[in-house]
């Protein structure tokens, strides 16, 4: 009797870069990787750890190396709450936070992604995790996390989460122009979308 397929999920995580991470463990750059000291429980350390869509431990990141993401069974999987921990996986994609998120897209995830970037296009609507950067076309709808960036085209809207920015475009009649807004600054408020009025300004989208 054929064995059935194990369902996978795509996680994502940091290492520095000579590949290493917590205690010196080394990742490869592909292929099956295990924990050598694997402990099937609810607390962190004693696995392999990773970031599903949406979370954002920044325990799981540093600032100077690779992006790895990480394809695991998901009967593995011991979630900490803002971040996974896992006995063994597959490294599927070795390299920048752009294509690690334009490979998960392959894929068909999506995110957000911990400090991820996302584009799409006019009309479009572009989602990034916290710290994150989100840009959309014209008309579009850019979402950013905590301390992330929405950047959106002329006639577009913009949210951002705590300490973020917004960004969008507009034709003042002779050339596009930015208006740039910050999160907690001039009553710009968190998780809430934007859009410029016709001098340029900031104004809440009421739905």
Not at 20 to 25: D, K, L
Not at 31 to 57: R, S, Y
Not at 134 to 139: C, H, I, K, L, Q
Request: aromatic share 8%.
């Amino acid at each position: 009797m054929r064995k059935a397929k194990k369902e996978t999920v795509l996680l994502i995580r940091s290492v520095k870069e000579d590949m290493t991470s917590t205690n010196g463990f080394v990742w490869p750059k592909s292929g099956t990787v295990a924990c050598p000291d694997w402990k099937d429980n609810l607390e962190c350390g004693n696995g392999l750890h990773g970031l599903l869509p949406g979370q954002n431990d920044p325990s799981t990141w540093y600032s100077d190396g690779p992006i790895l993401v990480l394809e695991v069974d998901v009967s593995s999987i011991k979630d900490l709450d803002g971040e996974c921990k896992f006995p063994e996986c597959e490294v599927v994609y070795c390299g920048d936070m752009k294509g690690a998120c334009a490979f998960a897209e392959t894929r068909g995830v999506y995110g957000p992604w911990y400090r991820g970037t996302a584009i799409a296009g006019d009309s479009g609507t572009a989602t990034a995790g916290d710290g994150g950067t989100a840009t959309a076309g014209d008309g579009g709808t850019a979402t950013a996390g905590y301390r992330g960036t929405a950047i959106a085209g002329d006639g577009g809207t913009a949210i951002a989460g705590d300490s973020g920015n917004l960004v969008v475009k507009i034709w003042d009649g002779n050339r596009y122009r930015f208006t740039i807004g910050y999160v907690g600054e001039n009553g710009i408020k968190s998780n809430t979308k934007y859009r410029l009025d016709g001098k340029g300004n900031f104004v809440e989208v009421v739905k």
